[in-house]
């Protein structure tokens, strides 16, 4: 049982970084039905200007706190500045194109920033400084670490944040008009344009937290780390019911505890044919089944089909 308890808390971290991801890519296709590929991209950029601010005052003598705080807020200038431009620039002309347009150019701006990135930071791994305490707490049998904590913390208190952001306010409401109907909302004094880049710029911050706690717990950042989150997170987010905003949560978080678990019995499952790092069948395996048994996801609505 030890086992089980310490798979789950992995797989509660795991599952919060998945679930900040993920509402980037559910808020995007909720409001202008585009599946951000790019989105990955971004928690990568996150993560290495994070690396970069934090080393760079690294020898300052500010504490570890600090030093990851003010990483983490240029990070998020950063990816906001950079996921705006993208959706001006790669998106915007194309919002009445046919689908495949912009699909095939979100694939194009994700080879583009990760290209970009190699070019910037060079291609080899950065190892992640560890900033907070590395004495892990012991709750009986399973530890967690601090690192651990403070993500599960700051993803708490973020997704109840949008959470308020998206239902209480001015702009929430407005994010609701613009993705029941665009044109509708236009003529209510709605501006479709500021709340789809302020919708991007939301999802960007997102992603560079996501960033920075993803390079914080495995203790390295790439030009290529941002792919296989940004799957995974777009996965979880199909997973709990694309466009649905309490579905990208629960699909992130779901999406980590099968990892997680997935990869502590794996071996044993298969009788040691099959190790950790095999991990990945269980989630896209989940995922099959989901989409056969509900196609709209865990939480996403039925549509009844127009006569």
Known sequence: METFFQQVINGLVLGSMYALVALGYTMVYGIIN????????????????????????????????????????????????????????????????????????????SLLLQTLAMVIWKPNPKPFPQLLPVEPINLGGPVISVTQVVILATTCVLLAGLMFLVNKTKLGRAMRATAENPRVAALMGVKPDFVISATFVIGAALAAVAGLMWAANYGTAQHSMGFMPGLKAFTAAVLGGIGNLAGAMVGGVLLGLIEAIGAGYLGQLTGGVLGSHYADIFAFVALILVLTLRPSGLLGERVADRA
């Open 34 to 109: 585009l599946i951000n590929f790019a989105h990955g991209e971004i928690l990568m950029i996150g993560a290495l200007t994070a690396w970069t601010v934090i080393t760079f005052l690294g020898g300052s003598g500010m504490p570890g706190w600090l030093l990851m705080a003010t990483g983490l807020v240029c990070a998020i200038v950063v990816c906001c500045v950079v996921n705006f431009s993208v959706e001006k620039i790669a998106y915007r002309p194309l919002r009445n194109a046919p689908r495949l347009a912009p699909l095939i150019t979100a694939m194009g701006m």
